[in-house]
């Protein structure tokens, strides 16, 4: 048995020596250094294994060392871009990082030219929109822009589909007869005045937006940029780029959050009794002592009382809890975001034409169609060289927008006003005719607001270079823009909710 334990252990020796064996021979140490383009060594540059957590340091020097299984390093730093580098074999590594800072020879729309970004200061920024397309599903442009421009202020009321929003570049920049008021900035497409509400444009279709924020920029555009300007920059064709086809399709769902948790029936009831009160008074005159005590009877055995209700001396007393917030509210509101283009050029023409869709429903009954948001988009943009001296371009855009709300404004207020030990729907006695005002039957039983809008803006523009460093521009905007408001009346006799008749 002792010689059998011996050869065991050996075997085992043998095994790990092996395996530490392999393992040693897998890796490789790797030196080098990092610096920069102009030579200057970088210190606290990460040198990491690809795929892996093994990671190094560089020091003063910016020299590193590492021990490395694959044949794949990734340098990075804060400052500088990521450069992925292959391990050679006996060999330090010399590597060179380049800066991000080539952001600032990134032209920027200005006024009716451009400027290189280095040569501006801070009354201007500019947002990139597919940079921030694909981490916030958003349907509107106005929405997108919250919180990603400097000095842009973007105020939306509600969340309402398709809610419009409030533009503010300085804070109050008006002064009236009654004081300081808040002043809305002027907002050009392709540096023409762009007429509808910003939400009009499907994001999609939108290159750059650029904000000036001086007041120099009147000086360009007049009193009407008083407060500000919105550039925006649609997309538009590459030259001798082959023909794609880009297709993005979102869907969203929303649920209500922080709603409101309402107290029981009985906890209702208790608290009318704690107020000193005998009789609900704003009802039929109930007994309170009797409701509280058939509450707690309801509680005890909820199964003997299947309508939920009882009456006691031709007096009706609920017994069965309701949410008036929760049945005003309907499924899960859903967005849906559809957008095809076909972009394309030779080394004379380009050209891009696109289609989009956007339909919205709200939290609010959406199976009722009374809480939506609908949006269709065309564009077509064509830029040809017909000489050397001369392009000529033409772009064109359709945009149909449809709101639709509810009738009733406040029907949040009369939701969450009404106690859930009083019925939403009708009262089961004589001389209470009609509905109980709750949220849901004020939306139901009124006609909703329509709201319909387009624009059809149709550009030519000619650009001419008769000699060098000198461009003639020339272009003519047809802009017509209309808006079409449904709204009537439907008669209904609701009852309050507290039981009386309005």
């Not at 891009?352 to 009954?365: A, D, H, M, P, V």
């Not at 149909?400 to 019925?423: E, H, I, K, Q």
């Amino acid at each position: 048995m002792r010689l059998r334990a011996n050869l065991l252990l050996a075997l085992v020796t043998v095994l790990f020596a092996i395996a530490g064996f392999g393992q040693e021979a897998a890796t490789r140490l790797v030196t080098g250094t990092v610096k920069d383009q102009k030579g200057n060594p970088l210190q606290s540059i990460t040198v990491t294994e690809k795929g892996t957590t093994n990671a190094a340091i560089t020091d003063a020097a910016g020299a590193f060392s590492i021990r490395v299984k694959t044949a794949t390093l990734v340098v990075s730093g804060v400052g500088f871009q990521t450069q992925e580098v292959k391990v050679q074999d006996g060999k330090a590594l010399a590597i060179v990082l380049a800066d991000e800072s080539k952001e600032l020879s990134d032209v920027v729309i200005v006024g009716y030219g451009t400027q290189k970004k280095a040569n501006l200061t801070g009354v201007t920024s500019t947002v990139k929109m597919d940079q921030i397309l694909g981490e916030r599903p958003i349907s509107t442009t106005a929405s997108l822009l919250q919180g990603v421009s400097p000095g842009l202020q973007v105020t939306i009321g509600s969340g309402r589909p398709g809610e419009g929003a409030n533009l503010n570049i300085r804070g109050a920049t008006g002064l009236t007869s009654t004081g300081f008021t808040q002043g809305a900035p002027l907002i050009l497409v392709d540096n023409t005045v762009f007429d509808g509400p910003l939400n009009l444009i499907d994001p999609n279709d939108i290159e750059t937006v650029t904000v000036l924020k001086d007041a120099g920029s009147a000086a360009i555009y007049g009193a009407r940029s008083a407060f500000g300007v919105i550039l925006i920059n649609p997309k538009k064709g590459k030259k001798n780029q082959k023909t794609q086809f880009n297709y993005s399709n979102n869907i969203v769902f929303s649920n209500p959050t922080n709603l409101p948790q309402k107290a029981t029936p009985l906890q209702g009831i208790q608290m009318l009794i704690d107020g000193g009160l005998t009789t609900y008074s704003v009802g039929q005159g109930q007994d309170l002592a009797t409701w509280k005590t058939l509450l707690q009877n309801y509680e005890a055995n909820p199964s003997k009382y299947p309508n939920g209700y009882d009456t006691v001396n031709n007096k009706y007393y609920q017994h069965q809890g309701a949410d008036a917030v929760n049945e005003m509210l309907g499924h899960s509101a859903m967005q849906y975001m559809n957008n095809l283009s076909i972009t394309g050029g030779s080394d004379k023409t380009t050209y891009r034409l696109s289609f989009g869709s956007t339909n919205e429903t709200g939290i609010l009954l959406p199976s009722a169609g009374q809480d939506k948001f609908t949006r269709y988009n065309v564009r077509s943009f064509v830029s040809s060289d017909i000489a050397s001296w001369f392009n000529a371009q033409l772009d064109a855009a359709y945009n149909y927008g449809n709101t639709v709300r509810p009738g009733y404004d406040n029907a949040y207020t009369y939701a969450a006003r009404v106690p859930s030990y009083l019925r939403t729907d009708t009262v089961p006695l004589a001389g209470y005719p009609g509905l109980i005002a709750t949220g849901k039957n004020l939306i139901n039983t009124t006609a909703p607001h329509d709201y319909r809008y387009d624009q059809l803006r149709v550009t030519a523009r000619t650009v001419l270079k008769p000699f060098k460093d000198f461009t003639v521009t020339g272009e003519y905007t047809f802009s017509n823009y209309h808006t079409l408001e449904t709204n009537y009346d439907k008669y209904n006799t609701p009852q309050n909710s507290d039981h009386r008749v309005s």
